[in-house]
């Protein structure tokens, strides 16, 4: 009986390691087939991208947003998900591209890329040419056409290993990430109320155009706009106690004390981005300029100031407002000066614990499919990006899975390696896997 007991023992322990090694390589065999989906996906996802680039979608030239919107809607329509180009009239934009699809298991995801490039009707690159067999040139290859294919890219992988129709997701391709609509609470409405959906947002920009780097922190910016006032008078009457210092003199004191008090903040940035004073000022209706007029013998009459302020967390942000508005209130003698915050603006993605976190899970993943490890980009070399709307609602968030490899952006020269379209879709399809069944517990 012993012996019989023992032996049952042995069975059981043996059964049991075999059941184990069974499950692992169920799982390893899923995680390889969604592998070998991207590789099988990849060429047609290089030609979409190509078709993409080259469909000008410049933030106004709504028709343009609005075909690249209806091309990848068509993708994302052949696997399954409902979807919807919404118009964008109420905030002066073409709209934006939505995709959702209801699974039986959690958690829900947020896939964020925007469809609209900075490169207008206008500008000189509207096509993509190939700078060798793997650097792509074109308007909007890296920011973010890329990224929206890898989203695509991503679900055809998901689907074809048969694990896509288990999960929750919804997809955003907003139509004016690079000029953003007025008022802001309505052209980002659709994102927010799909961050209160969601558990976990994952952003397709491109980072710092670094394969191995990821976001989990993005600076917010917001735009302000600094007026000062004077007394005009014959410039010989200048620092008279009738007279005091003139709008030009007052308008240095507050630039340079915002510099003294403000430039050795971590990852805080504040820049002027013109200034026009004078006697007698025109600015453009466009906030991008204007015209001064004023005498080298006449004390100034008025300044305008315009910029921004980029801060990584909302704390940050209101210290320096706070910090500013000091400023500006302790005048020089005989002169006025007013500053005003911009009320739309980008939010900061704060650092979280979970977006932390969320970034470990990402860098197990790239070092188990051999791609090596991957780290967090320094929020000074990421801007604002939509997924910062999410950062008051979502447990996880990070960014910069998209076409990366490149540079250029915003220039003539944008451009993006095409090898990390499938290197990003393997890494973000088995994560998603991964994140679904737990395999991270």
């Known amino acids: 009986m012993k012996n019989l007991i023992l032996n049952y023992k042995v069975l ?10 069974l499950s692992f390589s169920q799982n390893n065999r899923k995680e390889k087939n969604i592998v070998a989906a991207v590789d099988n996906h990849s060429k047609s996802a290089i030609e979409l991208i190509k078709k993409s680039v080259n469909i000008n979608s410049g933030t106004m030239n709504f028709e343009g947003v609005k075909e690249v919107g209806l091309l990848f809607k068509i993708e994302l329509d052949k696997l399954g998900f409902k979807t919807e180009l919404t118009n964008g009239e109420a905030y002066g934009r073409a709209g934006h591209l939505i995709a959702t699809k209801k699974g039986k298991k959690g958690p829900n995801f947020l896939m964020i890329g925007h469809l609209d490039t900075v490169f207008e009707l206008d500008s000189s690159l509207q096509e993509y040419t190939m700078h060798n067999d793997s650097i792509m040139k074109g308007p909007g290859v890296a920011d973010m056409k890329g990224g929206d294919v890898i989203i695509i890219l991503t679900m055809q992988a998901l689907k074809k290993a048969g694990v896509l129709d288990d999960m929750n997701i919804e997809i955003i391709m907003t139509g004016d990430e690079e000029k953003s609509g007025k008022p802001l609470e309505l052209s980002k409405k659709d994102l927010i109320d799909a961050s209160k959906r969601a558990d976990i947002a994952l952003g397709f920009e491109n980072g710092d155009n670094n394969p191995k780097t990821i976001v989990v922190a993005r600076r917010g910016s917001t735009d302000w706009k600094l007026t000062v006032t004077g007394n005009p008078a014959h410039s010989s009457q200048i620092f008279t106690d009738e007279i005091g210092t003139g709008a030009i003199y007052e308008t240095s004191r507050i630039l340079n004390e915002f510099y003294i008090q403000l430039a050795k903040e971590k990852d805080l940035t504040f820049n002027p981005g013109f200034i026009i004073g004078g006697t007698n000022l025109k600015p453009d209706d466009n906030g991008t300029g204007g015209h001064a007029f004023g005498k080298t013998n006449v ?5 305008i100031v315009r910029g921004d302020l980029r801060a990584v967390s909302l704390e940050q942000l209101e210290k320096a407002k706070e910090t500013m508005q000091t ?3 302790d005048n020089y003698p005989k002169t006025n000066a007013t500053l ?15 977006n932390t976190e969320l970034l470990g899970y990402f860098n197990t993943v790239s070092e188990d499919l051999g791609f090596g490890s991957v780290t967090a980009v320094n929020p000074r070399n990421a801007g604002a990006a939509d997924i910062s709307f999410t950062s008051e609602y979502v447990d996880m968030a990070i960014d910069g899975l998209g076409l990366t490899g490149g540079g250029g952006d915003h220039t003539i020269n944008e451009s993006g390696n095409l090898n990390t379209v499938a290197t990003q879709a393997k890494i973000t399809a088995v994560l998603m896997y991964r994140l679904v069944n737990s395999k991270f517990k």
Do not use: H, R
Not at 299 to 303: I, K, L, M, R
């Open 327 to 329: 400023v500006v209130s």
């Open 299 to 303: 004390v100034s009459q008025e300044t």
């Open 12 to 21: 059981l322990l043996i059964a049991t390691f075999g059941f184990s090694i």
């Open 340 to 354: 005003e915050f911009s009320s739309g603006g980008y939010p900061p993605l704060s650092l979280t614990d979970g």
